[in-house]
């Protein structure tokens, strides 16, 4: 059963601006990590930010904050003032705690135009 | 400096021969994954190993091996039961807990000719 849903296979935005990927999972335990990833057209997979279930407070990372709302799980990730170093792809991943598998989402192509 | 290393970063083989994936941390960690990556897709699960000498499959292990002799070290074969071994492969670590993030390595660009 598919876990984490991203909706948005594409987006653009326009330097400068803040842009919303959104991420969805499905879950039944109450302990998990969520977990947004970079991926640069050269493929390495690049750690942004991290929120766990018990977390009161939406994680924040430099320009990167994730919008948690457990209820409706979701997790989305915002950036703040684009760059057109922001420009790949985003995945979303999810964990569950003493168990180590990750699913990750299917990803948005993110395009920073200048 | 700490990371993970996988080499050859492009592979090319000719159809119906085995390969070999190499994958080598030196992060101390635990457990360590294999995903494979097709063109515009999310990542997805051959195998994973949680310590040395024990390893599960994943979503798509059918036409794959792996062996976990070393806590460093975690190859995937990629065999000839593999019908579309054609992919971007990425190999990934993680200190154990299952609530760290995942470590990756660069990946190995397999083509099958």
């Not at chain 1, 320009?63 to 057109?84: C, H």
């Amino acid at each position: 059963a598919q876990k984490i849903t991203q909706t948005q296979p594409g987006m653009f935005v326009q330097e400068k601006e803040a842009v919303t990927l959104d991420c969805t999972y499905d879950t039944s335990d109450q302990s998990y990590g969520l977990f947004w990833y970079k991926q640069p057209s050269s493929g390495e997979m690049i750690f942004l930010i991290y929120q766990g279930s018990y977390d009161e407070q939406n994680a924040t990372e430099g320009r990167y904050s994730l919008n948690f709302q457990k209820a409706r799980k979701s997790a989305n990730l915002v950036i703040s003032a684009s760059q057109l170093g922001d420009s790949a792809m985003y995945f979303c991943a999810m964990t569950h705690y003493n168990f180590n598998k990750f699913y990750f989402g299917s990803g948005t192509k993110l395009n920073v135009k200048p | 400096d700490g990371g993970i290393t996988q080499s050859p970063k492009y592979l090319f083989r000719k159809e119906g021969q085995n390969v070999t994936l190499s994958c080598e941390q030196n992060l101390n960690h635990d457990a360590m994954y294999w995903y494979r990556q097709d063109p515009g897709q999310g990542l997805r699960l051959i195998y994973y190993s949680q310590i040395v000498n024990d390893f599960q499959k994943g979503d798509i292990a059918e036409g794959y091996s792996v062996s976990r002799e070393k806590k460093e070290s975690f190859p995937l074969t990629v065999t000839s039961a593999q019908k579309n071994p054609t992919a971007f492969y990425l190999c990934a670590s993680e200190p154990g807990q299952g609530t760290n993030e995942q470590f990756f390595g660069p990946g190995t660009r397999l083509t099958v000719l």
